[in-house]
């Protein structure tokens, strides 16, 4: 039997792969650039999956090469780009999977945030806004300062800007009227304190905690994402708080079964959200899942492909490492010829690991966001602090070595 994911994260296919054999299945990669795991599949047998050439873009396309098939039992959709075409797919060809309804809702930033304060899973309103600085009024009548705007439909951390003054918001109005937006533009009240994401596995509207990640952001304006730590050390009131929240959450939007990656703000008051992805957390949330807990956690995704209950959710809790790891980005824009400092990693402790996103000749146009990561940096340790610290010694000593744009292949 076959079962087939609709584009993946840039890590984790290997699991996957595993994961699907385990189960007695064979594993087909749609996607319209495998370039994209060129790490992955470096390190894989050149049989181990059918990577299959489509335009992912196109639902009708991707019905075409699915069909060709027969022995098809179920479709894995782990992306937020993807997800509401792989929902309607999967019931166009009466495959399990969850309802397109609840997954166009959980794509949809802004509807999540309303429907949310209207039950009192929130405290943060969200407002329409029609990008350009005409719009700063509104926002500071209605949402006041300092506030977050926000794509309804971004992911990686674009097109999210942060104000904290008029003069701000006016500058973030008016580059979000040039951005390619994939949604529409709405603000919110911005609020105070360190970012966290808890990954969870539900099965019939009931949630299990795996644990908490810790979000190192860079200095505003631009906090994009530099560092991730798991597990996260919460006493254990706090743990059960958070694993409460999130399952009342994910149960308001309809989150039935699967993976989801909350980030939420732990304020003074109590975590509130940042956002919902019905998926397993991207860079290299998977992988430590898998060190901490000891086993293959993608295993619960082909379980939740093929609607049947995740065995995950009765594993024991995890003893196995703890991970840190840290993007790596350039200083500036321009062609990615190569790193320097690769092959003295393993001098630092924490058995550090390095995992590329980016290959020499690319390049980077972006470095205000995840787009500009050029690869990532993955270390153990005892607890997540100790992990953290020994990743980020690790990648303090690789530098991506660039040429200014217009040089280079």
Same mark, same amino acid.
């Given at each position: 039997m076959t079962i087939a994911a609709l584009e993946a994260l840039t890590f984790g296919l290997g699991h996957l792969v595993r994961a699907a054999a385990h189960a007695g299945h064979r594993l087909c990669l749609l996607t319209q650039d495998r370039a994209v795991y060129r790490h992955e599949l470096a390190r894989l047998d050149p049989g181990a999956l059918d990577v299959v050439a489509a335009d992912t873009g196109d639902p009708a396309a991707c019905a075409a090469a699915l069909g060709?098939?027969?022995?098809?039992?179920?479709?894995?959709?782990?992306?937020?780009t993807f997800s509401v075409p792989g929902a309607d797919l999967a019931a166009e060809l009466g495959? !399990?999977?969850?309802? !397109?309804?609840?997954?166009?809702?959980? +794509?949809d930033k802004r +509807?999540?945030?309303a429907l949310l304060f209207e039950r009192g899973l929130s405290q943060l309103r969200a407002l329409p806004v029609d990008p350009g !600085?005409?719009?700063?009024?509104?926002?500071?009548?209605s949402i006041g300062l300092p506030a977050v705007l926000k794509d309804s439909a971004g992911t990686s951390s674009r097109s999210v800007w942060l104000a904290r003054d008029e003069d701000a918001l006016r500058a973030a109005l008016t580059a979000a009227a040039s951005a390619p937006l994939k949604g529409g533009l709405f603000a919110e009240p911005l609020v105070a304190g360190p970012l966290y994401s808890a990954e969870t596995l539900s099965w019939a509207r +009931?949630?299990?905690?795996l644990g908490v990640h810790s979000r190192q952001l860079s200095p505003e304006p631009a906090v994009r994402e530099e560092a991730a730590a798991f597990p996260v050390a919460l006493p254990d009131a706090e743990s059960?708080?958070?694993?409460?929240?999130?399952? $009342?959450?994910?149960? $308001?939007?309809?989150?039935?079964?699967g993976f989801a990656h909350v980030e939420f703000i732990l304020t003074a008051d109590g975590p509130e959200l940042v956002e919902i992805n019905r998926r397993i957390g991207g860079?290299?949330?998977?992988?430590?899942l898998c060190r901490r807990l000891g086993v293959n956690v993608y295993e619960a995704e082909?379980?939740?492909?093929?609607? +049947?209950?995740?065995?995950?959710?009765?594993? !024991?809790?995890?003893?196995?490492?703890?991970s840190g790891f840290v993007l790596v980005y350039p200083d500036g824009p321009g062609t990615l010829t190569g790193w320097r400092g690769l092959d003295d990693l393993s001098a630092f402790p924490g058995a550090p690991e390095w995992y590329p996103t980016l290959a020499p000749g690319d390049r980077v146009a972006h470095v205000g966001d995840q787009r500009g990561c050029t690869g990532i940096v993955l270390a153990e340790g005892a607890t997540a602090e100790l992990a953290l610290h020994r990743a980020l010694s690790a990648a303090g000593s690789v530098r991506p070595v660039m040429e200014p744009n217009g040089q280079g292949s």
């Open positions: 060709r098939y027969p022995d098809l039992a179920g479709l894995i959709n782990c992306t937020d495959l !399990p999977g969850p309802d !397109p309804a609840a997954v166009r809702l959980i +794509r +509807r999540v945030r !600085p005409g719009s700063a009024a509104e926002v500071i009548g +009931r949630t299990r905690l059960a708080r958070v694993e409460e929240w999130t399952g $009342a959450l994910l149960a $308001a939007v309809g989150h039935e079964s860079a290299l949330v998977g992988e430590a082909i379980d939740t492909a093929l609607g +049947r209950r995740p065995a995950l959710l009765d594993a !024991p809790p995890g003893t196995g490492p703890a």
